[in-house]
């Protein structure tokens, strides 16, 4: 079945660095997905990112703090900028591998921000 | 604005207890609902619905769309404690011509032996 690598799976970061997420998926798919679930909350939709396009943000999401790249259809990074604390949460990507069996997450990155 | 409503938050039964979770949306431009369930930090696949009144199955998990109602409900049968996990629901809407989910808050489930 079709997998989505996701890397790294955690990290803990000081506040003012910045760390990138890499995804990969073994298909080529049309668009990728950034998600956020912070401590104790649902999944919030970051962006999309689109092959050959800029990302589209979410009301409440900035290029600035969180950048994507989409160099190819099966490749997406996202950097976390400048962090603070309050951006310790689980960051997760996916895209539609497969029509009527839903959207696929990546294996998620658990970031704390000290 | 859309929103994705999941009850009860968080639930405690006894293994082999039937458990009904829910959820209410009201979103623009609906496609579909989906139904995962997150132990560690990836959300897993269980059910996709987009025709009313067409119950899903797999083994002991069972779903059900009622678009009139704009809700759906998950049933578990014969719960066990590797059923313990946090249940979402999402709403896959369409947004520019791009299909997105938005999520409910969850259902924490906890299967005591």
């Known amino acids: 079945s079709a997998v989505i690598s996701q890397k790294p799976s955690r990290d803990i970061c000081q506040r003012g660095t910045s760390l990138t997420i890499q995804c990969q998926v073994d298909?080529?798919?049309?668009?990728m997905f950034w998600y956020r679930q912070q401590p104790g909350q649902s999944l919030t939709l970051i962006a999309t990112?689109?092959?050959?396009?800029?990302?589209?943000?979410e009301s409440g999401f900035v290029i600035d703090k969180f950048p994507i790249s989409r160099p190819n259809l099966t490749f997406s990074t996202l950097t976390v900028s400048n962090m603070s604390p309050e951006d310790s949460s689980i960051y997760l990507c996916s895209a539609l591998l497969r029509t009527n069996y839903g959207y696929t997450f990546g294996s998620g990155t658990r970031l704390t921000v000290v | 604005e859309d929103k994705v409503v999941q009850s009860p938050l968080s639930l405690v039964v006894h293994e082999g207890d039937t458990v009904t979770l829910n959820c209410s949306y009201e979103?623009?431009?609906?496609?579909?609902l989906l139904w995962y369930k997150q132990e560690k930090k990836a959300p897993t696949f269980l059910f996709m619905l987009?025709?009313?009144?067409i119950e899903k199955k797999s083994g002991r998990l069972s779903s059900i769309l009622d678009k009139k109602e704009l809700s759906s409900i998950l049933n578990i049968t014969a719960t066990q404690t590797g059923d313990s996990a946090i249940y979402l629901c999402?709403?896959?809407?369409?947004?520019?011509?791009?299909?997105?989910?938005?999520f409910g808050q969850g259902t924490t489930l906890q299967v005591k032996p």
């Open positions: 999402a709403v896959e809407f369409l947004s520019s011509n791009t299909g997105k989910l938005i």
């Open positions: 987009t025709s009313s009144g």
């Open positions: 298909s080529q798919v049309t668009m």
């Open positions: 979103v623009t431009n609906f496609r579909s």
């Open positions: 990112a689109n092959q050959g396009s800029e990302a589209t943000y």
